[in-house]
């Protein structure tokens, strides 16, 4: 039996990680592969959104076994990756982040500089002339709307605007509309323990000799998250202790007014007031018109720190 090709996106997976699999597995299998996209964390409230809309499922996967053959979506990092992905095989990455990627074979290896993966997809679609079905037009909307907050983060790019208007025929979907319900429904926090809710969207970046962590909620009120916030730098210090970080950088974002909340913690907690010219209060900045991981807090804090 020919083996079968496992498709994942990140850790914490987001809602691109989760429909770019999913949509690189029926791409995949057009092109004649044995595939099957997975996913290797716990799906969010904003993912379970479409992925109830649509009336789909994907499996979970703790790790997988040596020289398993597998396809990264929306990441590139073995420290964003599966359990054992030093002894996998990978064919291929498709993705929209900074290269940190060595692998001592010949890969398929795509990434452009776009707001999401999805974007990518897309144009593998095009570039195969492949049709796109309508739940897959749906799927990599969900993912654009996702990654470029409604297309108003820096991160969105003219191309990304101009591949969504181009789905949104096919979709059939209202995607304001139905882009702020989805957005929305991340929001919702409630059942979250502040365990959980620093790892919803958390990812760990090495430097030379600095570990760190930057994790980032959606919130249409930073405030009602701040309530918590005595519980929720006791998780992190935990997490910092455990993990051996430097920093740790939460990130609350209002996706209303396209701002953030830090809580900045760990030995090098200061580098934020250099980084982004605010002073840490209660262990707290805010950040205008900060909503970018990839763009915004990544960058200034790898300069800083
Ligand atoms: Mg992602
Ligand atoms: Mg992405
Ligand atoms: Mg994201």
């Known amino acids: 039996m020919e083996e079968e090709i496992l498709i994942f996106g990140h850790k914490n997976p987001d809602t691109d990680s989760i429909c770019s699999s999913i949509?690189?597995?029926?791409l995949e299998k057009k092109l004649g592969n044995k595939c099957k996209a997975v996913r290797i964390g716990k799906i969010n409230k904003e993912t379970e959104?479409?992925?109830?809309?649509?009336?789909?499922?994907?499996p979970y996967v703790e790790n997988i076994n040596n020289d398993q053959k597998v396809i990264l979506v929306d990441h590139n990092e073995s420290t964003q990756s599966v359990e054992n992905i030093e002894n996998a095989k990978i064919l291929k990455v498709i993705d929209h982040h900074t290269m940190n990627f060595k692998a001592p074979y010949l890969l398929y290896y795509r990434a452009e500089p776009v707001g999401c993966t999805s974007t990518v997809l897309y144009h593998l679609y095009k570039e195969k002339n492949i049709e796109i079905e309508k739940n897959i037009a749906i799927l990599m909307l969900s993912a654009i709307i996702s990654d470029t907050l409604l297309f108003k983060s820096p991160t969105c790019t003219e191309e990304d605007k101009i591949v969504a208007k181009e789905l949104e025929e096919i979709a059939g979907i209202d995607v304001e509309k139905y882009g702020l319900e989805?957005?929305?429904?991340?929001?919702n926090l409630d059942d979250f323990s502040e365990e959980e809710l620093i790892n919803i969207d958390a990812k760990e970046f090495k430097k030379e000799n600095a570990k760190y962590v930057i994790a980032q909620v959606n919130t249409v009120s930073i405030e009602d998250v701040l309530e918590k916030q005595e519980k929720i730098e006791e998780v992190i210090n935990k997490e910092i202790a455990e993990k051996n970080l430097d920093l740790f950088v939460f990130a609350?974002?209002?996706i209303l007014n396209?701002?953030?909340?830090?809580?900045?913690?760990g030995k090098k907690a200061n580098i934020v007031e250099n980084?982004?010219?605010?002073n840490l209060k209660n262990n707290r900045a805010f950040l205008e018109g900060v909503v970018s991981r990839k763009k915004q807090l990544v960058p200034n804090i790898d300069k800083n720190i």
């Open 23 to 26: 949509i690189m597995e029926n």
């Open 258 to 265: 396209s701002n953030s909340e830090i809580i900045s913690l």
């Open 182 to 187: 989805m957005l929305k429904a991340g929001t």
């Open 49 to 58: 959104y479409v992925l109830n809309y649509l009336g789909i499922d994907i």
């Open 252 to 254: 609350i974002t209002d």
């Open 275 to 278: 980084a982004f010219n605010v």
